[in-house]
């Protein structure tokens, strides 16, 4: 049966299932808002790839765009360093030699989270590896979701899941979509992780006469 290593994804990203268990590295991404010397700033983080990022950063007169490097739950660029605990605010340390000022960030979430996408059920099989998987999202308010979620043969989860941008997640299971149509699924059975890809199922339409 192939199985894929364990790792916390997303369009653009790849985070190791250590370094998400560990450090909440996901929490870094998405849109951090501030003021610096009374000016607003904006630092997007749009991907991480292990010990890098890529980060679009506004501050007024220009926005630029390049890589970052990831370590633990923190990201630098440049002279910048940001971290953040909840993924819901950050502090970002400006160094200009020896000198260092504190800012505090805020996580945009309205800007990064297309929670609307992910509602419904969304179902998928992979005949060659034997993965299976019906998700359902009942609802999205903010980080969390009610989901019913059955991998495999794994016990059916209901409850509480976390959202983070286009992912949605409880326990070992988890799926992430960009388009609404279809999604990235992944689940742990046993010592395996498996992958495969799922489709939402188009809302039933009743009639009366």
């Known amino acids: 049966m192939s199985t894929v290593a364990a790792a916390y994804t997303t ?4 985070i190791s299932s250590v370094d998400q268990r560990l450090y ?8 951090w808002k501030g003021t610096m010397g009374g000016k607003p700033i904006t630092l997007k983080v749009t991907s991480i790839k292990g010990s890098t ?5 506004d501050h007024g007169a220009t926005k630029e765009h390049g890589t970052a490097t990831v370590s633990q739950n923190t990201l630098t660029y440049g002279s910048m360093t ?13 160094t200009a030699g020896t000198t260092q000022q504190a800012y505090q960030l805020t996580k945009d979430t309205t800007a990064d989270q297309p929670s ?5 059920t969304w179902s998928g099989s992979d005949p060659t590896t034997g ?3 019906t998700f359902n999202v009942k609802s999205v308010d903010g980080k969390t979701a009610q989901v019913v979620a059955t991998a495999g043969g ?11 941008n286009d992912i949605v997640r409880i326990g070992y299971t988890q799926i992430s979509s960009s388009d609404g149509k279809t999604a990235h699924a992944m689940y742990k059975q046993g010592n395996q992780y498996l992958a495969l890809t799922l489709t939402k ?9």
């Not at 369009?11 to 790849?14: K, L």
């Not at 794994?154 to 983070?164: E, I, L, S």
Request: no cysteine; hydrophobic share 35%.
């Open 11 to 14: 369009n653009g990203s790849y």
């Open 131 to 133: 993965a299976a998987m």
């Open 53 to 57: 990022a890529q980060v679009e950063f």
């Open 24 to 31: 909440k590295q996901s929490n870094l991404l998405g849109s």
């Open 154 to 164: 794994n016990k059916k989860q209901t409850g509480t899941a976390d959202v983070m």
């Open 201 to 209: 199922q188009k809302p039933t339409v009743s009639t009366t006469a």
């Open 116 to 120: 609307s996408k992910l509602v419904g």
């Open 82 to 94: 940001i971290g953040t605990k909840n993924g819901t605010n950050g502090v970002m340390i400006f």
